[in-house]
């Protein structure tokens, strides 16, 4: 997680040159974060934001792109100039997924799917705060809302990391499927949790208490010991 200004003092450098900001929501977007963008939770003004997956909360396929004010008015110009912007996809607009993301906004309003996040979110970062942070294998718990990551480490203090040729965070995600827990590996041992959004606190301590029990059995694996 960046300090709360970076972004902020990045963007400002990037607006100086005129680079545009161009934001991924495919993961973040509707609620994930605590608000409905990811890039609200992190202070950015963005140029063009594409979403997708909880646009239509994975029934049908669909993505989008938004874009800003600026954006339309210089493709605009230079459509009027030497002709129109021609792009898109056979299947762009298709009603079906259309009509499935405006039912599946109209539900996350009548659900208040946000104010559920922030407040199950931050029982999740309690908890995983308070039993997997305190974790030797655990250099740090990370995350906003209901998507977290943690880095498994040799050396909690240096949050040195073991060689990846142990591949200690495929197994630990193997040891997690095994407590019927899905998370996913990525580089550096980061392991990264995104519960469904509709999660109830109680069921965030099960999550925990599997995480916990995978991390205590990773301690006894080969790729752990020497």
């Not at 946000?114 to 999740?124: C, K, P, Q, Y």
């Not at 990391?161 to 550096?188: D, E, S, Y």
């Not at 606190?201 to 059995?217: R, T």
Request: with cysteine; net charge negative; glycine share 8%.
């Amino acid at each position: 997680m960046p300090p709360r200004s970076y972004y902020e003092k990045i963007q400002a450098v990037l607006r100086k040159y005129d680079v545009l900001v161009v934001a991924d929501e495919v993961i973040c977007g509707f609620g994930r974060t605590g608000n409905v963008w990811g890039s609200t939770t992190m202070g950015i003004q963005p140029d063009l934001l594409t979403c997708a997956k909880a646009l239509t909360s994975g029934y049908l396929p669909l993505s989008a792109l938004m874009i800003s004010q600026t954006v339309v008015d210089g493709i605009a110009a230079e459509a009027h100039r030497i002709g129109v912007l021609g792009h898109g996809f056979t299947y762009s607009g298709h009603p079906v997924p259309v009509a499935v993301a405006l039912e599946t906004l109209r539900i996350y309003d009548e659900m208040d799917i946000i104010s559920h996040v922030r407040t199950v979110g931050a029982h999740l970062f309690e908890q995983l705060n308070a039993r997997v942070g305190s974790h030797r294998l655990v250099g740090q718990v990370r995350g906003a809302g209901l998507l977290a990551g943690f880095e498994i480490v040799a050396d909690k203090a240096s949050h040195g990391n073991f060689a990846p040729a142990r591949k200690v965070g495929p197994t630990m995600v193997n040891l997690c499927q095994k407590q019927g827990l899905i998370v996913r590996a990525c580089p550096n041992d980061t392991i990264v949790m995104s519960p469904p959004l509709i999660i109830i606190e109680s069921e965030v301590d099960q999550v925990v208490d599997k995480f916990v029990v995978a991390l205590d059995e990773l301690e006894t694996t080969a790729a752990i010991k020497d």
